[in-house]
């Protein structure tokens, strides 16, 4: 009778032949070599070392004379040779994941013809009704297009992976140039122009408005000037109708399906003076501070300070003509599948419990899908530093993230300065301040009812953080804002190309947008020491974030917006580190006076006003929704919780809910932590 394959019984265990081929599509591997010592075998199986390895038309023989019984001990090894990522592990046969028992495992040297090498790892298990094989190690990407990578002079080569049960092939695929930029950050500020934080700047060479550009309302003349408010007495309009009064004048129209109107940049008074999109209308003598600029220099010395010792860019555009929501999607997506405007209570109650049922979906995944597919790591923070009402990060909304998956930004100096820090991308939002009561205050987004004091502060600790960090050699930090808020800005934004057709017919594309358009042009300031100091002409918009992602990383474009976008250049070629970075920056400007407090009977009365169905408030809630759903554990408690959201009616409901989520929150985060923390 004959025995089985990874039999228990080791007094059966007898030497046998393990084979297992590396076909060479691409007649690229020089040789294989077996790596001395690094056999790791099942306790009391016999074996033969070192394994031979032969050559013949293009394929590599390797045998292993051994027994076979299969051990946690030897997959476990394995597992960490790879690294205990799963990412980094493939076995084409199907069904092959982390293998949990192998009968043994060794690693090799694959020696390039193009004079790079790699060690890969080499297990051998039991699955289904035969004896399967695993390849491992830090060149081996295992998800969406298995490959192994190398690199050599500057540049990687990359070799799609295949195979079967006892068989891997390799196929070239491409090559591209290796960047010295291996972290990249992104930091996301709220609702200003370029124009409105840059144009006074006083830098050379930028594309910046004068005082001699105007806005006219009513047959009154309102110039570009100076003094700005250090916070808006009402929050200007920036949906889709308002950005296209603003672009192409009072009384535009948009056709469902057309092209966009002509744009002349005429619409930004007469727009401030009559919206009521994000609450009442501005004072009659207040609507000219929609054309006044920030004295750049004084009032935002942080920002100045990094325009001028880095890439400031003066083209780069928010994604569409439209609000913060589907403007943030962008970054993370290159879509906004289709939604065009801030979403309403009801429509993320369909994203939770019906249409995307764990969040806001996009058709092609996100940025975050991609990497997790690819082995590319990545992480998230939110300044938790400021009202309740502003401490829910928007990034939640997408499906797959959850609040509690996002760290608090007061672990991101220890982390950064960690010499293991963890992600390859990061990506950080401020706090939103106020947005239960609508004041936006005391937050550090920088929206136009608050002021820019903490939105400074937030910007020199990311960089000074990052400054001090071991990863500030191999980093870019990019800094910019999601939309411009309703501000006056000079430059007509241009054409887009469109993400996808289906964008078009989204039934959450109300205005029947082609996404043909960019939005209004924004800050960006590029923050490097590897990018020399420059003005920027390229055209930007969020999608080029992900573009320079994708090309540091290997990543595929998502939609046909990224894969038009420009990378960020330099990025290509950074090879130079430079050693006159600014270690510290000017401290902000003082904050001005706050606002009075609500005495109680004006905040019991703001508290019995309904919640705006289209508000960052309500869409904040709706992420609250989302966690909660999430953290449920039974249908009985998803159905009262889908119940308890659809009860939020007034402010006061609201407050009371984000406080009772945002405790659970806190109770997932710290269930987290202690699961993290070794016994």
Known sequence: MSTPDNTADSSLAKTRSNVVTINDLSNAISSISYVSGSLVITDGQPSQT????????????????????????????FNSNCGNDSAKEYAPFGGGETPEELNFMFAVVIQFSIGAAVTVYLGQGHAAARNNWWIGGSAIFSLDTPRLECSINNLVYTYELSGSHDSFDLQFKDTRPVSAIQNVFVLMLENHSFDNMLALSGIPGIYAATTSDSNSYNGTPYNVQGNPPLNMPTDPGHEFDDVLEQLAGPGSTYVSGQAYPTIYNSGFVANYATTTTEGPVAPAADIC??????????????????????????????SLPGPTWPNRFFLHAASSSGLDHTPSGGEIFDWVFK??????????????????????????????????GGRVPLVAAIEGIYVADVNDLETFES????????????FIEPNYGDALNGTYENGSSQHPMDSVANGEAL???????????????????????????GFYDHWPPGQAVPPSKEDQSSKYNESGFTFGQYGVRVPAVIVSPLLASNVDHTVYDH???????????????????????????????????????????????????????????????????????RSN???????????????????????????????????????????????????????????????
């Open 50 to 77: 070192p394994p031979t390895i032969s050559f013949s038309d293009g394929t590599f023989t390797i045998t292993l004379e051994a027994g076979r019984e299969k051990s946690t001990p030897v997959a476990d090894a």
């Open 543 to 613: 999608s080029s974030v992900l573009k320079t992602l994708e090309w540091l990383f290997g990543l595929s474009p998502l939609t046909g917006r990224d894969a038009a976008a420009n990378v960020i250049q330099g990025v290509q070629t950074a090879n130079v580190l430079r050693t006159d970075c600014p270690v510290k920056l000017k401290p902000p400007a003082p904050r001005p006076e706050k606002r009075p407090l609500l005495t109680a009977e004006e905040q019991a009365a703001l508290d019995l006003e309904p919640i705006p169905d």
């Open 355 to 388: 249409d995307f049922s764990n969040g806001f979906k996009f058709s092609n995944g996100s940025i975050f899908d991609e990497m997790t597919a690819k082995g590319i790591t990545w992480g998230l923070y939110h300044d938790t530093n400021g009202p309740i």
């Open 289 to 318: 501070d929609i054309m006044k600029c920030f004295d750049t220099k004084d009032q935002l010395p942080a920002l100045y300070q990094l325009a001028t010792e880095y890439v400031v860019c003066d083209q780069w555009f928010s």
């Open 459 to 485: 910007i020199l600790k990311v960089y000074e953080t990052l400054r001090s960090s071991p990863l500030w050699s191999s980093s870019l930090l990019i800094i910019t804002y999601d939309e411009h808020g």
């Open 617 to 679: 408030l309500m869409g904040f809630l709706g992420i609250l929704f989302k966690e909660d759903v999430h953290l449920a554990a039974t249908p009985q408690e998803r159905a009262a919780a889908a119940a308890r959201f659809q009860g939020l009616k007034t402010r006061g409901d609201a407050r009371v809910y984000m406080n009772e989520i945002m405790a659970k929150v806190q109770v997932e985060k710290a269930r987290r932590a202690a699961i993290a923390v070794p016994a």
């Open 415 to 426: 982390d950064v300065t960690s010499s293991d820090y963890p992600y390859q991308y990061t």
